[in-house]
């Protein structure tokens, strides 16, 4: 007996998208191990696995550290983003660099606009964040963006969120160089 094909579907297919308190009861249920973000309904992965990505996070912390002070890093925690987006959406930059230290963070994240800059260390997933990240972190009002693309060797820049979009995007190669509030950076530096 010969098999059967199915029609294919003329609709597109069902996708489930969580809600951050069903992220939440998957993460405390051990269903989630790792670390996760949750991107537009999705569970996302964390890089930085590998040498590269991590060495990479490594150098951006000691520089920005050397800049603002470590008491306004925060690594790979999570922001709050734009009210329409908080359902769906909590994101965890690979850095944060906060505007100040506030006393109510123990109560809550901080906010897109409560920000100096967000930094995402990318190598396989550049694309993600040059769009997707972008889009909701321009949304959140955070008004400096950077990608740190380690396979590329550059850095995107993005600057003056309107609209839920950066106005100002610039990529910066390995031998040039960044700044953000009258400190510069050699791109290389933070490469490796």
């Not at 249920?29 to 996760?36: F, P, Q, R, V």
């Not at 590998?50 to 999570?78: D, E, I, K, T, Y």
Request: glycine share 6%; hydrophobic share 40%; charged share 25%.
């Amino acid at each position: 007996m010969a098999a059967q094909l199915l029609p294919a579907s003329s609709g597109p297919v069902a996708r489930k998208r969580f809600t951050r308190d069903e992220f939440h009861r998957m993460e405390e249920s051990g269903i989630l191990e790792g670390g996760y973000e949750l991107i537009e309904g999705d569970p996302i992965e964390k890089m930085g696995r590998n040498p590269a990505h991590a060495n990479a996070l490594r150098l951006m912390c000691v520089w920005l550290a050397a800049c603002f002070g470590m008491a306004r890093l925060s690594v790979q925690l999570p922001i709050e983003v734009a009210p329409g987006d908080q359902q769906r959406n909590q994101p965890e930059p690979d850095i944060a660099v906060l505007n100040a230290l506030l006393p109510d963070y123990s109560q809550r994240h901080p906010r897109g606009d409560e920000l100096t800059l967000a930094v995402e260390i990318a190598d396989s997933s550049s694309r993600f964040d040059l769009a997707t990240k972008a889009a909701l972190y321009a949304r959140a009002a955070v008004p400096e963006y950077w990608v740190l693309d380690v396979t590329r060797r550059v850095l995107v820049v993005h600057r003056r969120p309107e609209n839920g979009a950066y106005r100002s995007v610039e990529r910066i190669a390995e031998q040039e160089t960044a700044s953000i509030n009258g400190k510069t950076l050699l791109v290389s530096t933070v490469l490796g």
